[in-house]
């Protein structure tokens, strides 16, 4: 899979993704699809924090740093690949 093709799977998968409600999917699905599109978009996590850190943001970054091993190809595979299995059910 050339990269073109992969950014446009990818940008798909983001159009698919974002006409799913919260309410559909459970957390550990939408951390899940949070990670692999930070890391796919951003990189690797930079641990700065700010003072107005929150829980919710703890497990948005613990849920990053989890994946962080991958680049940001292989997130954008990983991201697609759920995308695609949700949207199989």
Do not use: C
Request: glycine share 2%.
């Amino acid at each position: 899979m050339n990269e073109k093709d992969l950014d446009t799977q990818f940008l798909e998968a983001v159009e698919i993704a974002s006409e799913m409600t919260q309410a559909s999917l459970p957390q550990d699905i939408q951390l899940r699809l949070y990670a692999f599109f930070k890391q796919a978009t951003f990189g690797t996590l930079d641990l700065k924090q700010t003072s107005s850190y929150h829980l919710r943001d703890a497990f948005k970054t613990n849920a990053w740093m989890q994946i962080s091993h991958l680049t940001p190809d292989q997130a954008k595979e990983e991201y697609i690949e759920l995308i695609h299995t949700l949207t199989k059910k």
